[in-house]
């Protein structure tokens, strides 16, 4: 791996009390070529822009995914990584739908590991903040021609972050846009699903919600996801949630939530939820709670869902009588090494560079 330090560090100009979401980049950042059928030497450089074209294939035609993952700063300023291993694996699901040549372990982890080893006083210490981690693959050929590329880059930027939503948010059920389809590319993390969302998001924006709950291309039966989260629904004291399919992104907070819940003993039913049986609960007084989870947000409640024309109120439960708050603190306590880790999933990053 090449190593070439800034000589002109920003951190000293970073507010760590006064930062917006996803604003701020850190001193350096990793890329890595692929070209003639193999991947080069990584290298850790200084922040900044690259030359493309706009002819550049990534941008053209698509090919272009990524992941979302943390790293987080402790009492003692001891630096963790979380389940890196799950985002490792998923990029490369994603890069092989996309047509697109997988990353090597050795790269992705020793990569991450050393741009968050020499960037790590950009980790914030505090309640909700964190240094989040976007390592992305996309074509760089420069080619007006709708085909499989041939040059590609990986690379890590990684930006300071505090919480995404800082309250309750009201979602619209989806009954007409469809975030995937089958055969499609919803598992994947690719970067046009993101963009395919905005629109409708806007339009749901305008009637008064912040986000949409998706559903099923097909009927507009079935939950799917909200926004970019995974979905949970606790009825009665029975969390669901819609099970990972070619159409359903198998996010690493999802994969955390349903382990923790089980480690205490609540019951969890990975299965398709139905729009109707939603609102049969919370016609009965059944439906406790509505959440999402995912790497940026890590959880966000919500208090209420719109469906069609009507607006139905969620409990606003306090901490201790809900699920998604206290399986929350448990898998923040462990991120942040504020309590024990039965799973293994915190990596600690040693200081080497």
């Known amino acids: ?37 193999k991947w080069g030497e990584p290298k850790i450089m200084p922040y900044g822009p690259l030359g493309f074209t706009p002819a550049m294939m990534g941008i053209n035609y698509g090919q272009a ?12 300023g001891d630096v963790f990584l979380f389940r890196p291993e799950k985002n490792f694996k998923r990029i490369n699901k994603s890069a092989k739908r996309l047509a697109m040549p997988e990353i090597s372990e050795e790269i992705f982890m020793e990569g991450l590991k050393a741009l968050v080893d020499i960037d790590r006083d950009w980790v914030p210490y505090g309640e ?9 693959i996309f074509a760089t050929e420069e080619a007006l021609k ?24 009201s979602v619209k059920i989806a009954d007409y846009y469809s975030r995937s389809a089958s055969g499609g590319v919803g598992s994947a993390k690719a970067a046009g699903n993101y963009a395919a969302a905005f629109y409708p998001t806007k339009l749901a924006n305008e009637e008064g919600y912040e986000q ?18 995974n979905v949970f629904v606790r009825i009665n004291d029975t969390i669901y949630t819609p099970p990972v399919s070619e159409k359903i992104l198998d996010g690493v907070t999802r994969d955390s939530f349903i382990q923790l819940a089980k480690h205490n003993n609540i019951e969890v039913k990975d299965e398709p939820i139905s729009v ?26 919500f208090k209420a ?35 024990e880790d039965p799973f293994g999933w915190r990596i600690k990053v040693e200081k080497k560079y």
Request: hydrophobic share 35%; glycine share 6%; charged share 25%.
């Open 146 to 169: 709708a085909r499989i590329a041939t040059k590609y880059m990986f690379a890590i930027v990684a930006t300071p972050v505090k919480n995404y939503y800082s309250e309750p948010i």
């Open 305 to 339: 869902l719109g469906y069609k024309d009507k607006k139905y109120n969620l409990p606003d439960l306090k901490e201790e009588e809900s699920f998604s708050l206290k399986l929350k603190k448990q898998l923040v306590g462990i991120q942040t090494n504020e309590a």
């Open 276 to 301: 109707k049986l939603v609102l049969e609960a919370h016609s009965k007084g059944e439906l406790k709670e509505v959440w999402g989870v995912g790497t940026a947000v890590v959880t966000n409640v």
């Open 128 to 136: 909700g903040t964190s240094l989040y981690l976007r390592p992305l």
């Open 65 to 76: 995914c990524f992941e979302g993952m943390k790293a987080y700063k402790d009492k003692n």
């Open 212 to 229: 949409i709950i998706w559903t099923d291309d097909n009927t507009h039966e079935y939950f799917e996801e909200s926004g970019t989260m």
């Open 1 to 37: 791996m090449i190593i070439q330090k800034t000589t002109q560090p920003r951190i000293h100009n970073f507010d760590p009390k006064n930062f917006t979401f996803g604003n701020d980049f850190i001193d350096h950042m990793l890329i890595c070529e692929y070209e003639n059928g």
